[in-house]
């Protein structure tokens, strides 16, 4: 390995000097970018009391190792330079060198798993792998080394852990094919409009980490010394006031830890703990300037329905957040160091208080920007694959509020409004334009007289204001948008960027109508008692059900549960004939899964995950109502998305094949069903699993054309295991 490297390395993992090793701090490498337009601190360790120099761009400053061998320098302030040079620390006799260095803006990337979502994971994610070539962006990517996901770590990794080497990183590399696919999506998304925009250097640094609460990001300054922060501190892996889906998450993890008697009463390392993540990450790169924040957080730390931290007022909340806005601050040593985060979008948890607690910190807190998503968002999916808006809208708030440029980069905010008879006539900021998306009716307001009940209202542009009212409210005192889980609304303005949710009212009663939700198939549905087993529902037709299969023990949910094991609950809901067009008839009765017993025991027993195979039997009627087969499929998974179990729904696209003698072998509807099929997958952002490949050339598995034996079921089963465990 190369001196650099090996030196390089070293101070990364906050390992002791090399002996005699001259070394520069973990920010600095090839291929990095410095902030122009202010003074460069450049630092590392060398022999005690060596003299040392560093020279880049043409100035050459000098500075000394002190007792314990740490040194520091500062480089004059640059103007952008697009041209790669090199840094150069001579000391003790020895040379350090760090090449190809632009100097630009550097932007700093953090958050949680919506941020930390890859570039490869996201829509359009490939096709901009593909265009990603470009030698004035620069990655810092990092990845945590123990990511909060379902593994229980040995008490020996979770002891050499430590913010010095909790992050693992390839340093900083050139954008590219060959680099970008790992990167944040939305930190990519970024810096790119930033570059065709100002035609500089841009670097950016990737720190998020999946799941971590923003106690985790907070330095030790602003957590220690806040009354209502500190008392976390305390066995915060079990503390009842700490996020509740960190705690468990943590738990899991933490198992050998727990269990071993000798480390009772110590602390065990995580990356949730309070403060871990600034000591792994801001803490290690400053005082290296920036020139920002860009910020996407707060599931953890909104919950599902209300998690401590949640509080109806929001204020717990905001506080955490303006105490991490000042430990930015306060540590890079910049107050009006530019803010720029992501205001939560819509799913089906309760998150209305915690998108207004993120709007009313846009308006509190100076030098800070909210980029709306409530359009790209998914009703079930907590991880929504649209990131390219997402990082699109926080580079514009850099561009006008940063940059200066003359553009809109926010949605209708929000100002006042003036009551007159039944209308309420509401003013907004950045609202020029107002509009419905893709036009037609503006949706997703709602009104309320002195009873404090809501109902669905009408929304009109009259000039500079929307004006709103409802028919069942005749002296309207309050209005809301888009209060709900998973609203459905439609605001933008001229630029098509969308309207924040909002309420006039400061009722203490701030939960959702429900009028702006689709309704639930299964609210009628009792819920059975639980088991701490994933539950796992198969759903479909007589395949499902396994028909000719004699031994039930071998049908493929059978033979599925054997696979995963105890810690899974696998159960067979399926009926044989059953398909998805509800008005195709099987004999005098319907056909369509969804007027099944079998459905209402699937929803009842709130599945954790679901494993769907329908459509085959809709080939009986294709040719009267196949335009019927996507909308009706759609009612039908929507259902489950919608269970307070947030499942994975897992959808067969194509279907288990027909085989030659079956009477719909070759017929061109089939193919037109696993089309229609592939299009609900795309449009509700479901996963498939192809099960006409695994049987290829295996029609013997088929005795009676059609359906599986106990050998078919096996493959079946194999397939949708490990589609489970990907």
């Known amino acids: 390995m190369h001196l650099k490297q090996l030196t390089h390395l070293a101070s990364f993992f906050g390992l002791a000097s090399i002996a005699g090793a001259l070394e520069l701090a973990y920010p600095f490498g090839d291929h990095m970018v410095l902030q122009r337009e202010h003074q460069i601190p450049v630092w590392g360790t060398a022999e005690p009391q060596t003299d040392v120099a560093v020279s880049f ?13 740490k040194w520091q320098v500062n480089l004059p302030a640059m103007e952008a330079n697009a041209k790669p040079q090199t840094i150069v620390v001579n000391g003790g006799g020895k040379t350090v060198s760090v090449d190809d260095v632009l100097v630009g803006d550097v932007w700093y990337a953090s958050g949680q798993s919506n941020m930390a979502w890859k570039l490869r994971q996201c829509e359009g994610g490939a096709d901009a792998i593909a265009k990603s070539a470009d030698e004035g962006l620069r990655l810092f990517n990092h990845a945590g080394g123990l990511h909060p996901g379902s593994k229980k770590y ?38 790119q409009k930033l570059r065709d925009e100002l035609k500089v250097p ?12 923003i106690e985790a ?31 468990g998450r943590a738990a899991h993890n933490l198992t050998h830890w727990f269990a071993d008697p000798k480390l009772k009463g110590q602390a065990p390392p995580h990356p949730f703990t309070p403060m871990f993540l600034w000591n792994a990450g801001p803490e290690r790169f400053q005082p290296l300037p920036i020139k920002g ?101 926080l580079a514009l708030l850099a561009l006008d509020k940063t940059y200066g440029k003359e553009l809109v980069s926010e949605g209708p905010i929000y100002k006042r409004h003036t009551i007159k008879g039944d209308a309420v006539y509401l003013d907004f900021e950045s609202g020029a334009g107002m509009k419905a998306c893709e036009g037609g009716a503006i949706v997703g307001f709602e009104v309320a007289g002195i009873d404090k009940k809501f109902y669905p209202a009408t929304a009109k542009v009259d000039g500079e204001y929307l004006v709103v009212k409802s028919a069942k409210v005749k002296r309207p005192v309050a209005v809301r948008y888009a209060w709900d889980n998973d609203p459905v609304c439609n605001l933008v303005n001229a630029v098509g960027l969308p309207a924040s949710p909002f309420r006039t009212d400061t009722w203490k009663e701030v939960e959702p109508s429900g009028h702006l939700n689709k309704k639930n198939a299964a609210a009628l549905v009792v819920p059975a008692k639980r088991s701490n087993k994933i539950r796992v529902a198969c759903i479909g037709d007589s395949i499902t059900y396994g028909a000719g299969i004699k031994d039930r023990g071998m049908t493929y949910p059978a033979q599925l549960q054997k696979l995963l094991g105890d810690k899974y609950e696998v159960r067979n809901f399926g009926n044989s004939g059953r398909g998805v067009i509800k008005k195709s008839k099987r004999g005098r009765g319907p056909r369509a899964y969804l007027f099944m017993k079998e459905h209402k ?48 729904v897992i ?76």
């Open 57 to 69: 761009s043409g100035n050459t400053v000098q500075g000394k190792a002190g007792a314990d061998g």
């Open 154 to 191: 040995t008490v020996d990794y979770l002891k050499q852990m430590s913010p010095e080497n909790y992050y693992q990183t390839e340093g900083w590399q050139v954008s590219g094919p060959q680099t970008t696919s790992n990167m944040s999506g939305v930190a990519y998304f970024f810096g």
């Open 202 to 213: 841009i670097g950016v640094v990737n720190v998020s980490v999946g799941g971590t609460p």
């Open 217 to 247: 990001h907070i330095a030790p300054k602003q957590f220690k010394s806040d009354r209502e922060l500190a008392p976390l501190l305390k066995d915060w892996w079990k503390n009842p006031e700490y996020p509740v889906w960190c705690r």
């Open 293 to 393: 924040v860009i910020w996407y957080q707060g599931e953890s730390n909104a919950g599902k329905d209300g998690s401590p931290g949640s509080a109806v007022d929001g204020t717990l909340n905001k506080k955490k957040f303006k105490l991490l806005v000042e430990s930015w601050r306060d540590g890079w040593n910049q107050q009006e160091l530019p803010v720029y985060y992501v205001q939560l979008p819509g799913l089906n948890r309760k998150w209305p208080v915690f998108r207004e607690m993120q709007l009313q910190a846009s308006k509190e807190i100076p030098h800070v920007g909210m980029a709306v998503t409530m359009d790209v968002g998914h009703p079930t999916n907590v991880h929504p694959n649209k990131k390219q808006p997402v990082g699109e809208r």
């Open 601 to 648: 025991e699937a929803l009842a027993f709130e599945p954790q995950i679901v494993v769907c195979n329908l459509g085959i039997n809709d080939i009986m009627d294709f040719d009267r109502y196949g335009d019927d087969f996507v909308p009706d499929y759609k009612e039908l998974l929507e259902s489950y998305k919608t269970l307070d179990s947030y499942p994975r």
């Open 651 to 726: 959808i067969w696209k194509d279907l288990a094949p027909l085989f030659k003698g079956q009477k719909f072998f070759g017929d061109a509807r089939v193919g037109k069903i696993n089309e229609a099929i592939g299009k609900v997958a795309k449009e509700m952002q479901i996963e498939t699993i192809d099960m006409a490949k695994p049987f290829a050339g295996k029609g013997a598995m088929f005795p009676d054309h059609i359906h599986p034996n106990a050998d078919g079921a096996a493959v079946i089963a194999r397939e949708v295991y490990q589609m489970i465990k990907q």
